[in-house]
Protein backbone atom coordinates (compact mmCIF):
# COMPACT_ATOMS: atom_id res chain seq x y z
CA UNK A 1 0.00 0.00 0.00
CA UNK A 2 2.83 2.14 1.28
CA UNK A 3 4.81 1.85 -2.38
CA UNK A 4 1.44 2.33 -4.25
CA UNK A 5 1.19 5.92 -3.41
CA UNK A 6 4.87 6.50 -3.18
CA UNK A 7 4.67 5.33 -7.30
CA UNK A 8 0.94 7.25 -7.40
CA UNK A 9 3.46 10.43 -6.01
CA UNK A 10 5.80 9.86 -8.53
CA UNK A 11 3.40 10.14 -11.38
CA UNK A 12 1.56 13.39 -9.79
CA UNK A 13 5.23 15.10 -9.62
CA UNK A 14 6.07 14.15 -13.75
CA UNK A 15 2.80 15.03 -14.47
CA UNK A 16 2.92 18.61 -13.31
CA UNK A 17 4.80 19.57 -15.96
CA UNK A 18 3.34 20.99 -19.00
CA UNK A 19 4.40 20.20 -22.33
CA UNK A 20 5.76 22.92 -24.79
CA UNK A 21 2.75 21.96 -27.54
CA UNK A 22 -0.07 22.42 -24.84
CA UNK A 23 1.38 25.14 -23.09
CA UNK A 24 -1.24 27.80 -24.38
CA UNK A 25 -3.99 25.31 -22.36
CA UNK A 26 -2.47 26.39 -18.84
CA UNK A 27 -2.33 30.12 -18.29
CA UNK A 28 0.11 29.24 -14.86
CA UNK A 29 2.50 27.33 -16.72
CA UNK A 30 5.54 29.34 -17.94
CA UNK A 31 5.98 29.83 -21.80
CA UNK A 32 9.05 27.50 -23.41
CA UNK A 33 10.60 28.01 -25.88
CA UNK A 34 13.90 25.90 -27.90
CA UNK A 35 15.93 27.22 -31.04
CA UNK A 36 19.55 27.62 -32.34
CA UNK A 37 21.34 30.89 -32.44
CA UNK A 38 22.59 30.10 -35.46
CA UNK A 39 20.10 28.21 -37.20
CA UNK A 40 16.71 28.92 -36.06
CA UNK A 41 13.66 27.13 -36.81
CA UNK A 42 16.19 24.40 -38.32
CA UNK A 43 15.89 20.82 -37.10
CA UNK A 44 18.95 19.59 -40.04
CA UNK A 45 22.19 21.44 -39.23
CA UNK A 46 26.15 21.33 -40.78
CA UNK A 47 28.75 19.31 -38.63
CA UNK A 48 32.03 21.44 -37.51
CA UNK A 49 30.42 24.50 -36.28
CA UNK A 50 29.51 25.14 -33.09
CA UNK A 51 25.98 25.20 -32.22
CA UNK A 52 24.07 27.27 -29.52
CA UNK A 53 20.78 25.48 -27.94
CA UNK A 54 18.54 28.62 -26.66
CA UNK A 55 15.84 27.97 -24.21
CA UNK A 56 13.45 30.68 -23.54
CA UNK A 57 11.17 31.10 -20.56
CA UNK A 58 8.67 34.14 -20.11
CA UNK A 59 6.25 34.47 -16.74
CA UNK A 60 2.71 32.79 -16.59
CA UNK A 61 -0.25 34.78 -17.70
CA UNK A 62 -1.65 33.84 -13.87
CA UNK A 63 -0.07 34.34 -10.90
CA UNK A 64 -2.26 32.49 -8.16
CA UNK A 65 -2.14 35.79 -6.56
CA UNK A 66 1.47 35.21 -5.19
CA UNK A 67 3.31 38.15 -6.54
CA UNK A 68 6.73 37.10 -8.80
CA UNK A 69 5.29 33.25 -8.40
CA UNK A 70 4.17 33.31 -12.31
CA UNK A 71 7.96 34.06 -13.13
CA UNK A 72 10.59 31.34 -14.48
CA UNK A 73 13.21 31.04 -12.02
CA UNK A 74 14.48 27.61 -13.00
CA UNK A 75 15.76 26.57 -16.79
CA UNK A 76 17.24 22.61 -16.96
CA UNK A 77 18.82 21.31 -20.05
CA UNK A 78 19.26 17.95 -21.09
CA UNK A 79 21.11 16.74 -24.06
CA UNK A 80 22.77 13.31 -25.55
CA UNK A 81 25.79 13.95 -23.62
CA UNK A 82 25.03 16.55 -21.07
CA UNK A 83 22.67 17.55 -18.17
CA UNK A 84 23.00 21.64 -17.25
CA UNK A 85 20.45 24.37 -15.58
CA UNK A 86 20.52 27.94 -15.15
CA UNK A 87 19.31 29.76 -11.86
CA UNK A 88 17.74 27.60 -9.26
CA UNK A 89 16.73 29.93 -6.67
CA UNK A 90 13.77 31.80 -6.41
CA UNK A 91 15.50 35.02 -6.24
CA UNK A 92 16.66 33.91 -10.07
CA UNK A 93 13.61 34.76 -11.07
CA UNK A 94 13.20 37.26 -14.38
CA UNK A 95 9.87 37.86 -16.33
CA UNK A 96 11.51 36.63 -19.28
CA UNK A 97 14.66 34.11 -18.54
CA UNK A 98 16.73 33.30 -21.60
CA UNK A 99 19.63 30.50 -21.05
CA UNK A 100 22.36 29.10 -23.57
CA UNK A 101 23.73 25.77 -24.04
CA UNK A 102 26.77 25.28 -26.56
CA UNK A 103 27.84 22.20 -28.83
CA UNK A 104 31.05 22.41 -29.96
CA UNK A 105 32.16 21.49 -33.35
CA UNK A 106 29.33 19.34 -33.50
CA UNK A 107 29.78 15.97 -35.03
CA UNK A 108 26.64 13.14 -36.38
CA UNK A 109 27.28 12.07 -32.67
CA UNK A 110 25.58 15.16 -31.78
CA UNK A 111 22.27 14.39 -33.43
CA UNK A 112 19.09 13.06 -30.75
CA UNK A 113 16.53 15.29 -28.66
CA UNK A 114 17.77 18.48 -26.88
CA UNK A 115 14.82 19.04 -23.66
CA UNK A 116 14.26 22.02 -21.76
CA UNK A 117 12.13 22.58 -18.60
CA UNK A 118 11.28 25.90 -17.00
CA UNK A 119 10.10 26.06 -13.80
CA UNK A 120 8.22 28.45 -11.68
CA UNK A 121 6.69 28.69 -8.36
CA UNK A 122 3.41 27.06 -9.59
CA UNK A 123 4.13 24.21 -12.08
CA UNK A 124 6.70 23.56 -14.93
CA UNK A 125 7.04 23.68 -18.80
CA UNK A 126 9.19 21.30 -21.23
CA UNK A 127 9.87 20.19 -24.34
CA UNK A 128 12.29 18.85 -26.85
CA UNK A 129 13.97 19.86 -29.98
CA UNK A 130 15.45 17.25 -32.02
CA UNK A 131 18.60 18.08 -34.11
CA UNK A 132 20.14 16.35 -36.45
CA UNK A 133 23.75 16.93 -37.73
CA UNK A 134 25.35 15.94 -41.12
CA UNK A 135 27.26 17.26 -43.74
CA UNK A 136 26.80 21.03 -45.15
CA UNK A 137 25.26 21.19 -48.39
CA UNK A 138 25.62 24.03 -51.18
CA UNK A 139 22.23 25.60 -52.14
CA UNK A 140 20.38 24.28 -55.24
CA UNK A 141 17.15 25.28 -56.54
CA UNK A 142 14.42 22.45 -56.81
CA UNK A 143 12.88 23.73 -59.67
CA UNK A 144 14.08 27.41 -61.81
CA UNK A 145 12.54 30.45 -62.80
CA UNK A 146 11.23 30.57 -66.29
CA UNK A 147 13.04 32.33 -69.12
CA UNK A 148 10.07 34.92 -69.65
CA UNK A 149 6.59 36.15 -67.66
CA UNK A 150 3.71 37.38 -69.78
CA UNK A 151 1.49 39.26 -67.30
CA UNK A 152 -1.25 41.71 -67.66
CA UNK A 153 -2.20 45.29 -66.16
CA UNK A 154 -4.47 44.77 -63.28
CA UNK A 155 -4.32 41.05 -62.93
CA UNK A 156 -2.00 39.13 -59.74
CA UNK A 157 1.16 37.10 -60.39
CA UNK A 158 3.45 35.42 -58.17
CA UNK A 159 7.55 34.50 -58.62
CA UNK A 160 8.31 31.54 -56.33
CA UNK A 161 11.69 30.43 -55.51
CA UNK A 162 13.19 27.05 -53.56
CA UNK A 163 16.36 25.95 -52.16
CA UNK A 164 17.67 23.17 -50.52
CA UNK A 165 21.05 22.71 -48.73
CA UNK A 166 22.46 22.54 -45.24
CA UNK A 167 21.52 24.32 -43.75
CA UNK A 168 18.54 25.72 -45.64
CA UNK A 169 19.64 28.72 -47.14
CA UNK A 170 18.70 32.24 -46.72
CA UNK A 171 16.71 33.56 -50.70
CA UNK A 172 16.77 37.04 -51.59
CA UNK A 173 15.04 38.71 -54.51
CA UNK A 174 16.66 41.09 -57.03
CA UNK A 175 15.29 43.28 -59.70
CA UNK A 176 17.18 44.69 -62.30
CA UNK A 177 20.50 43.86 -60.59
CA UNK A 178 18.78 45.56 -56.89
CA UNK A 179 18.10 43.65 -54.11
CA UNK A 180 14.15 43.98 -53.34
CA UNK A 181 13.50 45.20 -49.77
CA UNK A 182 9.64 45.14 -49.68
CA UNK A 183 6.65 43.63 -47.74
CA UNK A 184 5.77 41.85 -51.32
CA UNK A 185 8.10 39.03 -50.12
CA UNK A 186 7.22 35.93 -48.48
CA UNK A 187 9.33 33.21 -47.26
CA UNK A 188 9.52 30.06 -45.19
CA UNK A 189 11.72 27.35 -45.05
CA UNK A 190 13.85 27.46 -47.74
CA UNK A 191 10.84 28.95 -50.39
CA UNK A 192 10.13 32.29 -51.04
CA UNK A 193 7.76 34.32 -52.84
CA UNK A 194 7.50 37.58 -54.75
CA UNK A 195 4.33 38.38 -55.16
CA UNK A 196 2.09 41.58 -57.39
CA UNK A 197 -0.95 42.18 -55.58
CA UNK A 198 -2.28 44.53 -59.15
CA UNK A 199 0.49 44.21 -61.62
CA UNK A 200 1.23 48.08 -62.82
CA UNK A 201 4.09 48.69 -65.74
CA UNK A 202 6.38 49.68 -62.91
CA UNK A 203 6.75 45.94 -61.89
CA UNK A 204 8.30 44.95 -65.64
CA UNK A 205 11.78 43.90 -65.64
CA UNK A 206 14.44 41.18 -64.69
CA UNK A 207 14.30 39.32 -61.76
CA UNK A 208 15.92 36.58 -60.05
CA UNK A 209 16.72 34.99 -56.61
CA UNK A 210 19.70 34.41 -54.99
CA UNK A 211 19.86 31.42 -52.62
CA UNK A 212 23.04 31.65 -49.52
CA UNK A 213 24.20 29.15 -46.73
CA UNK A 214 27.09 28.78 -44.87
CA UNK A 215 28.70 26.30 -47.69
CA UNK A 216 27.99 28.91 -50.64
CA UNK A 217 25.58 30.57 -52.78
CA UNK A 218 23.45 29.97 -56.02
CA UNK A 219 21.67 32.54 -58.88
CA UNK A 220 18.36 31.31 -59.71
CA UNK A 221 18.15 32.47 -63.83
CA UNK A 222 16.80 35.41 -64.77
CA UNK A 223 13.05 35.95 -65.81
CA UNK A 224 11.79 38.82 -67.96
CA UNK A 225 8.76 40.22 -66.23
CA UNK A 226 7.01 41.51 -69.33
CA UNK A 227 3.88 43.84 -68.44
CA UNK A 228 0.84 43.67 -71.15
CA UNK A 229 -1.18 46.14 -71.32
CA UNK A 230 -4.23 47.64 -73.14
CA UNK A 231 -3.96 50.27 -75.49
CA UNK A 232 -4.09 53.98 -74.58
CA UNK A 233 -4.51 56.84 -76.16
CA UNK A 234 -1.74 59.61 -76.45
CA UNK A 235 -2.97 61.62 -79.08
CA UNK A 236 -6.49 61.80 -80.17
CA UNK A 237 -7.80 63.18 -83.84
CA UNK A 238 -8.61 66.90 -83.55
CA UNK A 239 -12.17 68.43 -85.11
CA UNK A 240 -10.97 70.36 -88.34
CA UNK A 241 -12.67 72.74 -90.08
CA UNK A 242 -12.62 71.92 -94.24
CA UNK A 243 -11.45 74.59 -96.39
CA UNK A 244 -12.03 74.12 -99.98
CA UNK A 245 -9.08 75.43 -102.66
CA UNK A 246 -9.71 75.42 -106.22
CA UNK A 247 -12.54 72.93 -105.63
CA UNK A 248 -10.99 70.25 -103.46
CA UNK A 249 -9.76 70.02 -99.88
CA UNK A 250 -7.62 67.68 -98.30
CA UNK A 251 -8.05 66.96 -94.48
CA UNK A 252 -5.42 64.85 -92.80
CA UNK A 253 -6.18 62.81 -89.19
CA UNK A 254 -3.84 61.64 -86.88
CA UNK A 255 -3.89 59.67 -83.98
CA UNK A 256 -1.22 57.82 -81.05
CA UNK A 257 -1.51 54.73 -79.15
CA UNK A 258 0.79 53.10 -76.78
CA UNK A 259 0.44 49.16 -75.63
CA UNK A 260 1.83 46.35 -75.16
CA UNK A 261 1.63 44.10 -77.40
CA UNK A 262 1.74 46.64 -80.28
CA UNK A 263 -1.79 47.94 -81.38
CA UNK A 264 -3.37 47.58 -84.52
CA UNK A 265 -5.12 51.06 -85.47
CA UNK A 266 -8.10 51.39 -87.80
CA UNK A 267 -10.57 53.91 -88.52
CA UNK A 268 -14.22 54.47 -88.45
CA UNK A 269 -15.97 57.36 -90.50
CA UNK A 270 -19.73 57.85 -88.29
CA UNK A 271 -19.21 54.45 -86.96
CA UNK A 272 -18.45 52.64 -89.85
CA UNK A 273 -15.40 50.70 -90.75
CA UNK A 274 -13.11 53.12 -93.40
CA UNK A 275 -11.52 50.67 -95.70
CA UNK A 276 -8.78 52.62 -97.71
CA UNK A 277 -5.21 53.10 -98.91
CA UNK A 278 -5.02 56.59 -97.29
CA UNK A 279 -5.04 55.07 -94.01
CA UNK A 280 -1.66 54.76 -92.89
CA UNK A 281 0.20 53.91 -89.28
CA UNK A 282 3.44 54.12 -88.49
CA UNK A 283 4.93 52.64 -85.52
CA UNK A 284 2.27 53.89 -82.34
CA UNK A 285 0.83 56.29 -85.05
CA UNK A 286 -1.67 56.41 -87.93
CA UNK A 287 -3.27 58.67 -90.02
CA UNK A 288 -6.32 58.97 -92.21
CA UNK A 289 -6.43 61.03 -95.30
CA UNK A 290 -9.17 62.19 -96.92
CA UNK A 291 -9.76 64.58 -100.09
CA UNK A 292 -13.10 66.29 -100.24
CA UNK A 293 -14.58 67.60 -103.91
CA UNK A 294 -17.68 68.21 -102.66
CA UNK A 295 -19.49 69.58 -99.38
CA UNK A 296 -20.96 66.56 -97.19
CA UNK A 297 -24.89 66.19 -96.53
CA UNK A 298 -24.51 64.58 -93.50
CA UNK A 299 -21.77 65.37 -90.39
CA UNK A 300 -18.90 63.32 -90.74
CA UNK A 301 -17.21 62.08 -87.18
CA UNK A 302 -14.15 59.97 -86.87
CA UNK A 303 -12.19 57.75 -84.28
CA UNK A 304 -9.33 55.65 -83.77
CA UNK A 305 -9.69 52.07 -82.82
CA UNK A 306 -6.88 50.31 -80.81
CA UNK A 307 -6.75 46.86 -80.77
CA UNK A 308 -3.87 44.35 -79.35
CA UNK A 309 -4.50 40.53 -77.29
CA UNK A 310 -4.91 42.41 -74.12
CA UNK A 311 -8.34 44.54 -75.26
CA UNK A 312 -9.55 47.10 -77.50
CA UNK A 313 -9.64 51.22 -77.10
CA UNK A 314 -11.70 53.82 -79.00
CA UNK A 315 -9.98 57.33 -79.34
CA UNK A 316 -12.12 60.62 -78.80
CA UNK A 317 -14.65 61.32 -81.66
CA UNK A 318 -13.27 64.34 -83.95
CA UNK A 319 -16.08 66.57 -86.02
CA UNK A 320 -15.28 67.57 -89.52
CA UNK A 321 -17.03 71.00 -89.79
CA UNK A 322 -17.69 72.41 -93.51
CA UNK A 323 -17.85 76.17 -93.61
CA UNK A 324 -21.17 78.36 -94.52
CA UNK A 325 -18.98 79.92 -97.32
CA UNK A 326 -18.67 76.78 -99.36
CA UNK A 327 -22.35 76.35 -99.52
CA UNK A 328 -22.48 76.44 -103.20
CA UNK A 329 -20.68 73.19 -103.48
CA UNK A 330 -23.90 70.80 -102.84
CA UNK A 331 -22.22 67.25 -103.14
CA UNK A 332 -19.16 65.62 -101.76
CA UNK A 333 -17.34 62.60 -102.18
CA UNK A 334 -14.32 61.20 -99.53
CA UNK A 335 -11.48 58.03 -100.08
CA UNK A 336 -14.08 56.11 -98.00
CA UNK A 337 -16.96 56.59 -99.54
CA UNK A 338 -15.23 55.91 -102.97
CA UNK A 339 -13.47 52.83 -102.01
CA UNK A 340 -16.65 51.14 -99.65
CA UNK A 341 -17.39 51.14 -96.30
CA UNK A 342 -17.36 48.43 -93.83
CA UNK A 343 -19.45 46.63 -91.59
CA UNK A 344 -20.77 48.87 -88.79
CA UNK A 345 -18.76 49.50 -85.04
CA UNK A 346 -21.32 49.81 -81.96
Same mark, same amino acid.
Given at each position: MVLGLVVLFQDLAELRCVSMESQHKYPTSPTLEITTLEFPGERVLPIGYNVTV /?????? !?? @????? @????QPFWIKYFSPK /???? #??? @? =? %??? +??? %?? #? =?FLIRNATKNDSGDYKCKSENQITCTEGTLNLTFTEPLRPFFKVDLPNTLHVTTG???NLTCQASGIPRPVIKWFKNGHHLLNSSVRGFKGHSMLAFGS /???DDQGDYRCVAKNIKGWIRSS? *???? *???????TRHPQNTTVHFYDGAAMVTLECAVDGF???VISWLENNSTVINETVNQNGSVSSLALVFHKISEQALTYRCVAR? !?????? !? =? +?ATLTFPESSSSITNTSTPAQSHGQGDSVS
Amino acid at each position: MVLGLVVLFQDLAELRCVSMESQHKYPTSPTLEITTLEFPGERVLPIGYNVTV /ICTSNA !SK @QNHGD @QGAGQPFWIKYFSPK /IYDY #CGG @Q =K %KDA +EDS %KR #C =KFLIRNATKNDSGDYKCKSENQITCTEGTLNLTFTEPLRPFFKVDLPNTLHVTTGSRANLTCQASGIPRPVIKWFKNGHHLLNSSVRGFKGHSMLAFGS /ISLDDQGDYRCVAKNIKGWIRSST *VNFI *VMWKPIFTRHPQNTTVHFYDGAAMVTLECAVDGFPRPVISWLENNSTVINETVNQNGSVSSLALVFHKISEQALTYRCVARN !SVGTTL !S =K +EATLTFPESSSSITNTSTPAQSHGQGDSVS
